[in-house]
Structures are given as structure tokens and as C-alpha cells.
């Protein structure tokens, strides 16, 4: 059946609606919702993540005046459906580890879609009814079930699943499993490793195995290995960054990430994918020590690479003054962190603002890094994160006096956001996962709290009770998230 036929059109909001709630309830290998009797991913997977990656990039590049603030709901009943939201936020459970990202919903069905030779299906049958027998399999037969796996044709197995299957069994050695798959397994047409690669980042980094992601990186970045699934990217580059991996994170984007001029539109700086990518290269060049003068101009261009037809250069050419030291550190006032009111629109009050918010982001991040240590590009991405969030929950303030009434005073600066009250909510509504809690993205957003409270108090600019206060909750919510790092 074809996928395209099922799938509603991305001109229609309330149905990029309709598609974006069905990818994230079906899981990867449950039916499709279409009916086909297929698996969702071997059906209308594919078509949904475009309409709604299409739209997201087409409601991105439209300045701010051209998108309504319910822009993905009509006739869905918003203000109910948000409710909801806000109660599972308000429940314990809502901090539930979000298990969908190691489970299934990882496997990208190599095994599934390659069409095997008879011969082929019939040893990979009397492998796994073998080892089936096995009520808990030892790390020696962990190793004798890889073994015999490698023997047969690369795409005959799920390989991130094999890696799952050896983590769950408690395999001492899980780093020389990782080793012998990606020495011994290629990557071909048939054979795409990147759920293997997200699955291998996501268990070192939960149990706190750092030390081995750049030899992780590189072998995903190796000469050969040209392809990486678009999802499975995304999360690992969420996870390195979670982790503090800025530039193992920026290794992964300069490999992978391509980036794509738009029919029709100018350069902007709201294309989610691109502006990520270019905020991690400014946070690269912020924490390098120089040792003589840099050329704005050129460092400009440098920043632009590849970038020249999404991210409008205003923006690279800001990053460079600061970079170079060109720009002077401000001293720090509340009115930096105000909230935009104004269209974005180039040659307006509003570009202006948005480009000097930029510039003083650069600022806190570079502080962070002198202070704290906080790689810089990591900081920006969350603090990034942080004002997406902030400036949703006062679009949804202003929606009227029901909800007015429900949520309190609207948000007007960024700093508003630095009380205990709300802040649980604010980090649950904006890391959902398909179940529950998506880790490294709360992480991140709990990170881009405490670097810009430890900003704020370094600069007087927040009561140092609240402060205190604050600072109790980031740490409660760390260690009920129970993330490594």
C-alpha cells in the first residue's frame, strides 16, 4: 500500500496534527495505523516524519507575524489537550525514563527489509532457536552467538538490537562487543548501523562510560560510513551533547548534517537542524584560547560554511565580533533577557533585537565555559532550548482569560523562569518522549536553568533567596531524572 496515500497532506495543520500524535504513539514495529497489516515502519513511517519535518521547517522560516500561535490545532480542542499535558506533567509518573528510545522503536528492521537467501533464513533460525534454549545466557555464550552471527551476511541481523540483547545480559566486556561489530560489519545499502551507533552512545553514556564516545564518533564517522538515519542522528547528537560532548557532538553534525536551501525563502536563523549545527561550531571557536588577533571577516565566513543559504550572515558576523573579542563583554542588565515582542523580520526593531539577544547569549556562554566550564556550545543549544520553552508557555498564556486565569503571570523575561514553581512542568512538557521522559533532553534543559541561575547570581540579577530555592529544585529534578552526568 503506498504510505503517501494514508498520510495526510502538511498543508492541512489540524492533520500534521493528526500525523504528528500518531508518531509519537506507534512505536516502530507496531502495526500501521492505516490498517495494512504492516509495520508502521516498513509503511507510513517514512511519509509521516517528512510531512511533519516539512512542516516543522515550513512553520520555522515563515516570520513570526505569518504563524498563528494555534497554528497545529484547529478543530483539535488545544486548551483541553494541553490540560492533560499539564496534569501528566503535575504526576510523578511523568518523570518516567522514556524506554521507547532503547527499545524498539530504535530498530530500524534491517533484518526485516532485506530479502535473505533461503539458506541464510534457515541458519539465522537455528542460531536464535539455540540460543533461545538459554535461560540466562553467560557473557562466553553472549560471544559464541556473535560470533556465529558474523558469520552469516551483515544484513541477515539487527545489530543494535544484538548490542541490547548483550547489555541486558550483563556482558563484561561491552566495549570489545561494540569493537568487533563495527570492525567486522560494513556499511552497505542494506546495512545502515545507526540505530546501533545510538544504541552503543545512549548505554556508555548511562552508565557513565564518557571515556568512550570519541572512539565511538570516530568509528561512526569513518571513511565509508556516509549514511546516518535522520532520527537515529538527532538522537545521538542529543545524547552527546547531554553528555557535555561538544565537539564529539559537532563531529557528528559536520558529517552528517547537510545543509539545505529552501525554494523560496531568504536566509533566516529558525531552520532547527542548520541553526544547531552552526551554534555548535560558534561554541567551538568560543572556547578556543588564541594567542593572536582574529580576523572577523574571515572567521565570519568561516562560521557560514555551508550555511550560506539558511543562516543569514548578521548572525555569523555577531558570533565573529565575539568571538574575536571584538565585541565587549556588557555589563549584565535584566533587560538583556527580555522576552521578543516584535516580528523578526530583516531590517526591523525586531531584527536588530533578535541579533543583540544572540550576541549576549554568546556572552553568558562564553562566561560559563571561564567559569564553570560549561562547553560553550552546548550552553547556547540550552539556553536556546530554554527560550523556545519560556516563550511557548507565554504564547499559551496569552491564548485568554481561561488560561490567563489557569497559568498566572505571563513570562516577559527570560529570568522569570529562574522559581521552583513551574519548572518541573516547563522541563516535562518540552522533553515528552514517546513514554514518558525523554532523559537527554531534560537534561539539557535542566542544564540551560542552572547555567543561566549561576549567570544571574554571579550578576546580582535575582533575588538570592529565590536563588537558593531554585537551586534545591534543579538538583532534586537531577536526581530524580538520574541522569550520569
Given at each position: 500500500?503506498?504510505?503517501?496515500?494514508?498520510?495526510?497532506?502538511?498543508?492541512?495543520?489540524?492533520?500534521?496534527?493528526?500525523?504528528?500524535?500518531?508518531?509519537?504513539?506507534?512505536?516502530?514495529?507496531?502495526?500501521?495505523?492505516?490498517?495494512?497489516?504492516?509495520?508502521?515502519?516498513?509503511?507510513?513511517?517514512?511519509?509521516?516524519?517528512?510531512?511533519?519535518?516539512?512542516?516543522?521547517?515550513?512553520?520555522?522560516?515563515?516570520?513570526?507575524?505569518?504563524?498563528?500561535?494555534?497554528?497545529?490545532?484547529?478543530?483539535?480542542?488545544?486548551?483541553?489537550?494541553?490540560?492533560?499535558?499539564?496534569?501528566?506533567?503535575?504526576?510523578?509518573?511523568?518523570?518516567?525514563?522514556?524506554?521507547?528510545?532503547?527499545?524498539?522503536?530504535?530498530?530500524?528492521?534491517?533484518?526485516?527489509?532485506?530479502?535473505?537467501?533461503?539458506?541464510?533464513?534457515?541458519?539465522?533460525?537455528?542460531?536464535?532457536?539455540?540460543?533461545?534454549?538459554?535461560?540466562?545466557?553467560?557473557?562466553?555464550?553472549?560471544?559464541?552467538?556473535?560470533?556465529?552471527?558474523?558469520?552469516?551476511?551483515?544484513?541477515?541481523?539487527?545489530?543494535?538490537?544484538?548490542?541490547?540483547?548483550?547489555?541486558?545480559?550483563?556482558?563484561?566486556?561491552?566495549?570489545?562487543?561494540?569493537?568487533?561489530?563495527?570492525?567486522?560489519?560494513?556499511?552497505?545499502?542494506?546495512?545502515?548501523?545507526?540505530?546501533?551507533?545510538?544504541?552503543?552512545?545512549?548505554?556508555?553514556?548511562?552508565?557513565?562510560?564518557?571515556?568512550?564516545?570519541?572512539?565511538?564518533?570516530?568509528?561512526?564517522?569513518?571513511?565509508?560510513?556516509?549514511?546516518?538515519?535522520?532520527?537515529?542522528?538527532?538522537?545521538?547528537?542529543?545524547?552527546?551533547?547531554?553528555?557535555?560532548?561538544?565537539?564529539?557532538?559537532?563531529?557528528?553534525?559536520?558529517?552528517?548534517?547537510?545543509?539545505?536551501?529552501?525554494?523560496?525563502?531568504?536566509?533566516?536563523?529558525?531552520?532547527?537542524?542548520?541553526?544547531?549545527?552552526?551554534?555548535?561550531?560558534?561554541?567551538?571557536?568560543?572556547?578556543?584560547?588564541?594567542?593572536?588577533?582574529?580576523?572577523?571577516?574571515?572567521?565570519?565566513?568561516?562560521?557560514?560554511?555551508?550555511?550560506?543559504?539558511?543562516?543569514?550572515?548578521?548572525?555569523?558576523?555577531?558570533?565573529?565580533?565575539?568571538?574575536?573579542?571584538?565585541?565587549?563583554?556588557?555589563?549584565?542588565?535584566?533587560?538583556?533577557?527580555?522576552?521578543?515582542?516584535?516580528?523578526?523580520?530583516?531590517?526591523?526593531?525586531?531584527?536588530?533585537?533578535?541579533?543583540?539577544?544572540?550576541?549576549?547569549?554568546?556572552?553568558?556562554?562564553?562566561?560559563?565555559?571561564?567559569?564553570?566550564?560549561?562547553?560553550?556550545?552546548?550552553?547556547?543549544?540550552?539556553?536556546?532550548?530554554?527560550?523556545?520553552?519560556?516563550?511557548?508557555?507565554?504564547?499559551?498564556?496569552?491564548?485568554?482569560?481561561?488560561?490567563?486565569?489557569?497559568?498566572?503571570?505571563?513570562?516577559?523575561?527570560?529570568?522569570?523562569?529562574?522559581?521552583p514553581t513551574g519548572l518541573e512542568t516547563r522541563v516535562v512538557r518540552n522533553s515528552r518522549g514517546i513514554l514518558g521522559t525523554n532523559r537527554p533532553?531534560?537534561?539539557?534543559?535542566?542544564?540551560?536553568?542552572?547555567?543561566?541561575?549561576?549567570?544571574?547570581?554571579?550578576?546580582?540579577?535575582?533575588?538570592?533567596?529565590?536563588?537558593?530555592?531554585?537551586?534545591?529544585?534543579?538538583?532534586?529534578?537531577?536526581?530524580?531524572?538520574?541522569?550520569?552526568?
Amino acid at each position: 500500500m503506498d504510505a503517501s496515500a494514508n498520510s495526510p497532506s502538511p498543508e492541512d495543520p489540524a492533520d500534521i496534527f493528526v500525523v504528528s500524535e500518531r508518531l509519537r504513539l506507534t512505536g516502530r514495529n507496531d502495526p500501521c495505523p492505516c490498517g495494512s497489516g504492516r509495520k508502521y515502519k516498513k509503511c507510513c513511517l517514512a511519509a509521516d516524519e517528512v510531512r511533519v519535518r516539512e512542516a516543522a521547517r515550513a512553520a520555522a522560516v515563515r516570520p513570526r507575524h505569518e504563524v498563528e500561535p494555534a497554528a497545529v490545532s484547529a478543530p483539535v480542542d488545544r486548551e483541553e489537550f494541553d490540560d492533560d499535558i499539564e496534569i501528566e506533567a503535575e504526576d510523578a509518573g511523568s518523570w518516567a525514563v522514556d524506554d521507547e528510545d532503547s527499545d524498539d522503536s530504535q530498530s530500524d528492521g534491517a533484518a526485516d527489509e532485506a530479502e535473505l537467501a533461503p539458506e541464510v533464513e534457515q541458519a539465522l533460525d537455528e542460531i536464535w532457536a539455540e540460543f533461545d534454549l538459554l535461560e540466562v545466557p553467560t557473557t562466553e555464550q553472549l560471544d559464541r552467538l556473535l560470533t556465529r552471527l558474523l558469520t552469516l551476511p551483515p544484513e541477515a541481523s539487527d545489530w543494535n538490537d544484538l548490542f541490547q540483547l548483550c547489555a541486558d545480559n550483563n556482558h563484561t566486556d561491552l566495549p570489545g562487543v561494540f569493537r568487533r561489530i563495527a570492525a567486522e560489519v560494513p556499511m552497505t545499502a542494506d546495512v545502515d548501523l545507526s540505530f546501533f551507533f545510538w544504541e552503543v552512545i545512549e548505554r556508555f553514556i548511562s552508565a557513565g562510560r564518557i571515556d568512550l564516545l570519541p572512539e565511538v564518533v570516530a568509528q561512526l564517522c569513518a571513511p565509508g560510513r556516509d549514511y546516518c538515519d535522520a532520527d537515529a542522528q538527532y538522537h545521538i547528537g542529543l545524547w552527546l551533547q547531554a553528555a557535555g560532548c561538544e565537539a564529539e557532538a559537532l563531529a557528528v553534525e559536520d558529517r552528517f548534517v547537510e545543509a539545505v536551501a529552501y525554494e523560496g525563502e531568504g536566509p533566516g536563523y529558525a531552520l532547527g537542524e542548520c541553526r544547531e549545527h552552526f551554534e555548535l561550531r560558534v561554541g567551538a571557536c568560543l572556547r578556543e584560547v588564541r594567542q593572536s588577533p582574529v580576523d572577523p571577516v574571515t572567521l565570519a565566513a568561516k562560521l557560514l560554511k555551508g550555511f550560506e543559504q539558511v543562516i543569514h550572515p548578521d548572525f555569523a558576523r555577531r558570533a565573529a565580533l565575539v568571538i574575536a573579542g571584538a565585541s565587549p563583554t556588557p555589563v549584565p542588565r535584566r533587560a538583556d533577557f527580555d522576552l521578543p515582542v516584535m516580528d523578526v523580520i530583516e531590517g526591523t526593531a525586531g531584527w536588530e533585537e533578535a541579533l543583540k539577544q544572540f550576541e549576549f547569549l554568546l556572552h553568558v556562554a562564553r562566561e560559563a565555559w571561564q567559569v564553570e566550564q560549561r562547553p560553550p556550545g552546548i550552553a547556547i543549544r540550552g539556553l536556546r532550548r530554554l527560550m523556545d520553552a519560556v516563550d511557548g508557555e507565554r504564547r499559551e498564556q496569552e491564548r485568554g482569560p481561561r488560561r490567563n486565569k489557569a497559568r498566572g503571570k505571563i513570562f516577559g523575561n527570560l529570568l522569570d523562569c529562574l522559581q521552583p514553581t513551574g519548572l518541573e512542568t516547563r522541563v516535562v512538557r518540552n522533553s515528552r518522549g514517546i513514554l514518558g521522559t525523554n532523559r537527554p533532553a531534560a537534561h539539557l534543559l535542566l542544564e540551560a536553568h542552572a547555567t543561566l541561575l549561576g549567570f544571574a547570581q554571579r550578576h546580582a540579577l535575582i533575588d538570592a533567596m529565590l536563588a537558593e530555592k531554585t537551586e534545591k529544585q534543579l538538583l532534586d529534578l537531577k536526581r530524580t531524572l538520574a541522569f550520569p552526568n
